[in-house]
């Protein structure tokens, strides 16, 4: 009996040990029926935030969040310049991936802004982003069977789509070879 007494309270103590060693928010020592186990919880990764300086200043890229037809037709319809755009769904691992080399092309050949919003330095194209799961129908409309995909419009009060780039053929460099071809052709 002592020795099964020992035993609990040398588990106890281990217990209070690791407890005190691992106390953070990642952590739960008891699952839901209340038994002993160490499970991590979901913690949020952070944020990719675009950021450069110039000039003492914080810049960003300008992506704009694209919610149904009517948020569509605005943005395109904003200026004549290309509009980049691109569709993913937030469970998608390669649209994880491909979301944050879309951010340094947006950084590279996009809108930077500032911290309050105004376009700092204006760049070639106009980026912007439709999310799946709250825009099915758009999705639909526009025929995306793939994630990610990026379509390229030329903007303007009679926009029409330029080019259309899914997840099999997907590259940056693929993406870029489009935007200036399209750029040049839009020049002419």
């Known amino acids: 009996m002592p020795s099964q ?6 588990f106890i103590f281990l217990y209070s040990v690791a407890r005190t060693i691992l106390c953070s928010e990642a952590f739960t020592p008891w699952n839901v029926r209340g ?6 919880k979901a913690s949020r990764l952070p944020v990719f935030r675009e950021l450069i300086t110039d000039d003492q200043e914080d810049l960003r890229a300008d992506i704009s969040v694209i919610i149904k037809q009517d948020g569509l ?3 395109l319809q904003a200026d004549h310049r290309l509009c980049v755009i691109k569709l993913y769904a937030p469970y998608c691992k390669a649209c994880k991936a491909f979301g944050v080399k879309f951010r340094k092309l947006a950084l590279e050949k996009g809108d930077r802004i500032n911290a309050a919003g105004d376009v700092v330095h204006p760049g070639i194209a106009r980026f912007g982003e439709i999310e799946y799961s709250s825009n099915i129908k758009l999705c639909k409309h526009l025929d995306v069977k ?11 009060k009679e926009s029409e789509l330029i080019g259309e780039i899914d997840c099999k053929n997907i590259s940056i460099e693929n993406l ?7 750029a040049e052709t839009v020049e002419n």
């Open 5 to 10: 007494y020992n035993a609990w309270i040398f």
């Open 146 to 156: 793939k994630f990610p995909t990026v379509l390229i419009y030329r903007g303007g």
């Open 176 to 182: 870029v070879s489009e935007m200036d071809n399209v």
């Open 73 to 75: 037709n605005r943005f």
């Open 35 to 40: 038994t002993l186990s160490l499970r991590m």
